[in-house]
């Protein structure tokens, strides 16, 4: 079962009069439960390209199909609540509130839907066991190393329980060892869940962990 499906995809930016194409004709899909890396360099468009796919940006022209929904007929809201549901995310710098706990950073993206704060702290506390930080749950980001802030990340993005998680350079930010590390929990959660990675990396160590391996150079799949 393919849980993405690309077809024909265009973005374009402006620059005042100028136009920048960045996707130029974009077709490919992926099956469900695979791990799959975007590969290019700098400025190949392959940020861009998971930005679109994540639905945090829209596309100039062509379609896209995630988990059987056409990303192009939903409204803002439908949109959001669609990535709420089905998606997670995981970035470079990863993105923690920096006043918050570990804790209370994983737990955070459920009050949005609408469970009790009981609940809340019970799956996020679950999350961080599984990925070996229950020591570290009331620690803030600060108080944290590299790798374990990726952990805390990484728990974020599984809290809902999505078919499809977007990683932009996930280990772009670490050392040798803690890239290692977190490979392997990807790895580990794809196994026990069937939860589909669309990894953004331009590291050739990192793709040799995936299924599939999507090259692209200046806005083209090669």
Known sequence: MNVVEVNDLRKDFF????????????????????????????GSGKTTLLNVLGGLMRP????????????????????????????G???QSFNLIPHFSA???????????????????????EILSKLGLSDRI?????????G?????SIARALINNPKIIFADEPTGNLDSKNAEDILEVIDDINKAFNTTFIIVTHSHEVSLHMDKVINIKDGLII
């Open 60 to 87: 100039t022209s062509g379609n896209i199909f995630i988990c059987d929904r056409s990303l192009n007929l939903l409204d803002e809201d439908e949109l959001c609540n669609f990535r709420r549901k089905k998606l």
């Open 89 to 91: 995310f995981i970035f």
């Open 15 to 42: 620059m005042g009069e100028a136009r920048i194409c960045v996707l130029k004709g974009i077709n490919f899909k992926i099956k469900e439960g695979e791990v799959v890396s975007l590969m290019g360099e700098s």
């Open 148 to 152: 374990q802030q990726q952990r805390v």
């Open 138 to 146: 009331h620690h803030k980001p600060s108080e944290l190393s590299g």
């Open 103 to 125: 804790l209370d950073n994983v737990a955070y993206p459920l009050i949005y839907s609408k469970i009790k704060r009981l609940e809340r702290i019970e799956r996020a506390t």
